[in-house]
C-alpha cells in the first residue's frame, strides 16, 4: 500500500504542468483553505487536516483529535480584502468528534453608480458563514464526517441566504494518511434578486507521508470541480524541531508560493503564512489553544541520572488515556541515531510507572549521551496513537556519588 502511495504522489507531482484559474463561482474564496498552516503548505489539507481544515475540509478527521481547540485566525487578502474566523472543536469519547466554525470574509468598499454610470456612494460587500460539522470511525480504522454549511452574502445592503453540505472520509497508517472530501454535495442555488448562481461540487483526495520519525511530513492533494476545469494540485512540506517549532512551504497550480512557521508551547500555538500569488502577497495569523480531552504522554523522574551515581535510574510516568480502548502499546528508548535500545511493550492499558536503570535490552549499560522516550499506543480501531517525545540524559559520573579510596 505504502508504495502505491509514493507511486500516486509522484505522478500528482508530474502532473501538475496544466495550470488553470478558477473564477465566476459563488463564495470562491471559501473554495480554497482556511486556517494559516495550510495556506503554508499550499493547501494540501484533505490528507494532511488539523485545527480548522478538519472542520472545513475534512470533518472526518474530527474522530482523530484527542484535545478541546479553540481556533482563531486572521487573513489579509487582495485588494483590501480581509477574513476573520473562529472554530471550536472537541471529541465526545466514542461518539466521535464535533466541530463549529464561523467566520467573515469582507471585500471592502466599492463605488455604486446609477444608470448613467453617476458615482452615487459606496457600498460594502460581505460573506458570512456558519459551519457545524461531525466526525466518527465507522469501520476498520475509517473515519467519515459530514459538515453542514450556512452562508450569508450581503450586497449592497440586501442578504441572499445559502445553504449546503460536505462530506469526506480519512483513515491513517503507519507512515502516511488518506484523506477523501466531496464539497457541496447538495444541487443548491444561491438567488439574488435578478438571477441565481450554482453552487460547484469539487472533489479532493490527498494524502501525507511522515518521515525521519515524524518530524517531516509531504502531503499533496488533488481537486476536480464538476465544470469544465482542469484539476488543481496542492503541495506542501513541514518540518517540526523539538515539537515546538513548525517550518512549512507550499505551492499550488493557481500559481500561489507559500511559506510560514509554527510555534507551539504548552498547548498554546501561533501559525504565520506569507502566500505570493498571482494578486498580490497575502498574510495569515492564527492562534490556538489546546485543552483537556485525552493524552497519550511520557515523563521521565528525573529526566538525568547516572548508573555509577547516586540517583542510578528514571521512573517513567506513562499516561495513556484515550477515546478507544487500546488494544496494544509500545515504549521505546532511542539513541541519537534513531535506534531503538529499550523496550517494553504489551495489549490493554500501559503500566503507569516503568522503571529505567540505563541498561540495553541486552543487559549491557549505555553510552552516554541523551535519549528520547516515546510511547506508541494502538486502539481497538487500528489508530496509531504517538506521544511527543521526552528526553533523558545518561551521565557516566555523578558529582553526587559517594567518592571511593580517596578519589
Not at 276 to 286: N, P, R, Y
Amino acid at each position: 500500500m505504502k508504495k502505491i502511495f509514493i507511486a500516486s504522489a509522484l505522478v500528482l507531482i508530474t502532473s501538475c504542468a496544466a495550470f488553470a484559474e478558477l473564477g465566476g463561482i459563488p463564495f470562491e474564496t471559501l473554495y480554497k483553505d482556511l486556517g494559516a498552516r495550510s495556506e503554508a503548505m499550499g493547501g494540501a489539507s484533505v490528507g494532511n487536516p488539523s485545527g480548522i481544515t478538519a472542520i472545513l475540509w475534512n470533518p472526518a478527521y474530527l474522530d482523530s483529535l484527542m484535545k478541546n481547540e479553540v481556533y482563531a485566525g486572521a487573513e489579509l487578502l487582495y485588494e483590501g480584502a480581509s477574513m476573520e474566523y473562529l472554530s471550536y472543536a472537541t471529541p465526545i469519547g466514542q461518539y466521535g468528534g464535533l466541530g463549529f466554525m464561523a467566520g467573515y470574509l469582507g471585500y471592502g468598499s466599492f463605488e455604486t453608480v446609477d444608470m448613467n454610470d453617476i458615482v452615487t456612494g459606496t457600498s460594502d460587500y460581505k460573506d458570512i458563514f456558519i459551519t457545524a460539522a461531525y466526525g466518527k470511525n465507522i469501520f476498520a480504522g475509517i473515519e467519515a464526517g459530514i459538515s453542514l454549511k450556512m452562508l450569508l452574502e450581503d450586497q449592497a445592503g440586501a442578504t441572499y441566504p445559502a445553504f449546503n453540505s460536505d462530506i469526506s472520509l480519512f483513515r491513517s497508517f503507519d507512515d502516511f494518511d488518506l484523506g477523501l472530501a466531496v464539497k457541496n454535495i447538495l444541487p443548491l442555488t444561491i438567488k439574488y434578486t435578478t438571477d441565481s448562481e450554482q453552487f460547484i461540487t469539487t472533489m479532493r483526495f490527498g494524502g501525507t507521508y511522515r518521515a525521519l520519525d515524524g518530524k517531516l511530513k509531504l502531503a499533496a492533494d488533488i481537486e476536480k470541480y464538476f465544470i469544465d476545469e482542469n484539476p488543481f494540485f496542492y503541495f506542501g512540506a513541514e518540518y517540526n524541531i523539538a515539537n515546538m517549532i513548525y517550518l512549512r512551504a507550499g505551492y499550488n497550480t493557481f500559481s500561489e508560493v507559500s511559506g510560514g512557521f509554527g510555534v507551539n508551547y504548552d498547548n498554546v500555538g501561533i501559525d504565520y503564512t506569507l502566500t505570493d500569488g498571482q494578486a498580490s502577497i497575502m498574510h495569515k495569523i492564527a492562534v490556538y489553544y489546546d485543552f483537556g480531552g485525552y493524552d497519550v504522554a511520557v515523563k521521565a523522574d528525573p529526566p538525568q541520572f547516572s548508573p555509577v551515581g547516586a540517583v542510578k535510574k528514571t521512573y517513567l510516568r506513562v499516561s495513556a488515556m484515550t477515546k478507544y480502548e487500546i488494544f496494544k502499546w509500545s515504549l521505546d528508548i532511542k539513541d541519537k541515531n534513531g535506534a531503538v535500545v529499550k523496550n517494553w511493550n504489551g495489549t490493554g492499558t500501559p503500566d503507569t510507572d516503568i522503571v529505567w536503570d540505563g541498561l540495553r535490552m541486552d543487559g549491557m549499560p549505555v553510552d552516554e549521551g541523551t535519549y528520547t522516550v516515546v510511547l506508541t499506543v494502538v486502539d481497538e480501531n487500528d489508530k496509531i496513537i504517538k506521544s511527543p517525545e521526552t528526553l533523558i540524559t545518561i551521565k557516566s559520573s555523578d558529582s553526587r556519588a559517594m567518592p571511593l579510596f580517596g578519589e
